[in-house]
Nanobody
Framework: QVQLVQSGGGLVEPGGSLRLSCTIS????????SAWFRQSLGKEREFVAA????????YYADSVKGRFTISRDNAKNTVFLQMNSLKPEDAAVYYC???????????????????WGPGTQVTVSS
């Protein structure tokens, strides 16, 4: 089994920044894809950002491109989401995801990911 533990999140004013972390443990692999999704009340879970299994390529939703950065520390099995210039519409519960076999064309699909973190709330409000 694989466990994902999230940290970060909280309340920030519009224009502010937050950094989310997701530490992965258990039966992990050196080659894995990781991603962040978010879900607002009453809405579907939506793709935010991902790193492909090779670790060489990153992908972003258009709504966050240029403001959010996904990265990972392989030595610590931790994935980060740096969120800058936050907007009220970025408020949601953010989930990290992990998968050892997912293909690039499926990265944006929540149903294709095997493991999920518990979620962390991000609130953007003045």
């Amino acid at each position: 089994q694989v466990q994902l533990v999230q940290s970060g999140g909280g309340l920030v004013e519009p224009g502010g920044s937050l950094r989310l972390s997701c530490t992965i443990s258990g039966r992990t692999s050196n080659t894995y894809a990781s991603a962040w999704f978010r879900q607002s009340l009453g809405k579907e879970r939506e793709f935010v950002a991902a790193i492909a299994r090779t670790g060489c390529y990153t992908y972003y939703a258009d709504s966050v491109k240029g403001r959010f950065t996904i990265s990972r520390d392989n030595a610590k099995n931790t994935v980060f989401l740096q969120m800058n210039s936050l907007k009220p519409e970025d408020a949601a519960v953010y989930y990290c995801a992990y998968d050892q076999r997912i293909i690039t064309s499926s990265l944006r699909l929540p149903s294709e990911w095997d493991y999920w973190g518990p979620g962390t709330q991000v609130t953007v409000s003045s």
